[in-house]
Each structure stands twice: as structure tokens, then as C-alpha cells.
């Protein structure tokens, strides 16, 4: 898929986005965007940047860390998903120090070094050009930052392979048909498998110029976060 079939996809899917991940993670995705942005160690006060933010958890999640002193910002590529961070974000009381932004994840609108962290949830998968949104990751990081990037992981165990295949086949899809979502949700399967697995994820973020690359698995390896320091 190109970049503009990805972003009709989300913005088609923007207005149930948030209901169906809650309702299909069994509220599991807040507890894996939390280890995320453990992993990316954000202090009072620091810019922090959530790459693909969507309706915004992370970047929600970033600014209870940081701080009303700090900056977040959220980039995304599609104006609907944008829409409903907003909305979320002008009905917190008190508002977050968050920005959003519309832009394209391998085509930063940032100087060098002007992050201190970031974050990246369910996005890395969908962009044509991992390796050069790596770079960019890398090019708007400080020095002895983190990014902290979160998807969909192909498990080694065939038991959990076959377990993930059959919940997206049998639960996730017909959930989504019920909103006339059935393509825009059958697309995940085939994205995952031509997701790099985790050894091949570590190479590309060190052929990206990061210091440091780990892969931790979570939920049994269906899920994982690459932790990439500069
Ligand atoms: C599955 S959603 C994840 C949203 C949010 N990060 C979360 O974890 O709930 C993926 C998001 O990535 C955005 N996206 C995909 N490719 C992108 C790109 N090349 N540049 C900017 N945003 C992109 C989509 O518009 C969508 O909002």
C-alpha cells in the first residue's frame, strides 16, 4: 500500500479507532503504551515526540510524565485521526503542553536534535520505507535519547502464531465488519507478515546510526517494543 491508501485507511477508521482497540486488546493496549513510554524514559520538562500518534494515547501518556514545563508533539498523517487528538486534548482539564501536527513519519518537519525522546505506536509497520523513517527517528533525536517504537511482533511459538492468526481471521475482522471496516482491518495480517521480526528490526536500527537497538517482546512475543537510543 502507498502512503496515501495508508492514510485514507485511518481516516476512515478514525471514529471507531479508539473503541475497537480498546474492546479487541481487552483494554491490554494502555498497559503495553505504558511499558512504551517507560521504555523511553521521558523526564519533567523534556520535548518529547510521538511519531504517528493517531487519536494520541502516547502522546497523552508522554505529557503526564513531562509536565506542563515540557513540549510533546504529535505527528500524524491523517487530519481525521488528528481531529479526535484534538478533540480529546481541549476536553483535559488541565490541558496538555501537546501540539499536533500533520506530517509525513519519513519526512520529518524538525530541526536535527531537537528531541530529547519519542515514542511510536502501531506506525513503524505501516510506513513504505522502515529504514528511512529510522533515519529520520535518529536525525531529530539529541544525543543519548530514546525512541521507544511499539507494534505487532510475529511470535516464535506456532501455538501463539496460529492463536494471533486466528484472533485477527475471527475476531478482530468481523468486529470491524461491523462497522463497514472489514478491508481496512483484513489489511493487518498481511502487514505483520512482512513486518520485520525482531533480529532484523535490532539491524535496522543500527544501520540507522543508533547506539543502542533491543527488542523486547511482550504478550508472549505478539506484541513487541524496539527501544533505540542515539
Ligand atoms: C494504528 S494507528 C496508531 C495510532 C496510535 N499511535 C496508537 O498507538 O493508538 C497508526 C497511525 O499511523 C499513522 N501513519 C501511518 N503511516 C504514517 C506516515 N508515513 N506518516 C505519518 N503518520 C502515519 C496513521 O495515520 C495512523 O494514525
Given at each position: ?14 471514529p ?14 494502555r498497559?503495553?503504551k505504558?511499558?512504551t513510554?517507560?521504555?523511553?524514559d521521558p ?5 518529547a515526540?510521538?511519531v504517528?500518534c ?10 503526564k510524565r513531562?509536565?506542563?514545563k515540557?513540549q510533546?508533539?504529535?505527528?500524524d498523517f ?13 476536553t ?7 501540539q499536533w501536527?500533520?506530517g509525513?513519519a519519513a519526512?520529518l ?24 523513517t529510522l ?5 531529530v533525536l539529541?544525543?543519548?535519547g530514546k525512541?521507544?517504537?511499539?507494534d505487532f511482533h510475529?511470535?516464535a511459538?506456532?501455538?501463539?502464531q ?5 484472533y ?8 470491524a465488519?461491523?462497522?463497514a ?6 489489511y ?8 520485520p ?9 543500527k544501520?540507522?546510526?543508533?547506539k ?5 517482546p511482550i504478550?508472549g512475543?505478539m506484541?513487541g517494543?524496539l527501544v533505540?537510543?542515539?
Open positions: 500500500m502507498t502512503d496515501p491508501d495508508i492514510q485514507t485507511l485511518f481516516d476512515r477508521i478514525a471507531v479507532y479508539d473503541r475497537l482497540n480498546q474492546d479487541l486488546s481487552w483494554g491490554l493496549h498497559v503495553w505504558q511499558m513510554v517507560k521504555w523511553a523526564q519533567p520538562g523534556d520535548r515526540l510521538d504517528c493517531g487519536s494520541g494515547d502516547l502522546a497523552f501518556l508522554l505529557a513531562i509536565g506542563e515540557g510533546i508533539i504529535g505527528l491523517s487530519p481525521q485521526q488528528l481531529a479526535i487528538a484534538w478533540e480529546k486534548a481541549s483535559t482539564i488541565p490541558s496538555p503542553p501537546i501536527v500533520e509525513n519526512n518537519p524538525f530541526p536535527d536534535r531537537h528531541f530529547d525522546c519519542g515514542t511510536m505506536g502501531y506506525g513503524l509497520r505501516n510506513v513504505p520505507d522502515i529504514p528511512r533515519k529520520e527517528l535518529h536525525r539529541k544525543l543519548g525512541f521507544a517504537i511499539l510475529r511470535p511459538l506456532p501455538i501463539l496460529a492463536f494471533q492468526q486466528w485477527l481471521d475471527n475476531i478482530v475482522v468481523p468486529a465488519e461491523r462497522f471496516l472489514k478491508a481496512e482491518y483484513e493487518i495480517f498481511p502487514s505483520l507478515e512482512r513486518f521480526l525482531s533480529t532484523e528490526q535490532v539491524k535496522l536500527g544501520a540507522a546510526g543508533f543502542t537497538a533491543v527488542h523486547y504478550s512475543g506484541m517494543v533505540l537510543e542515539k
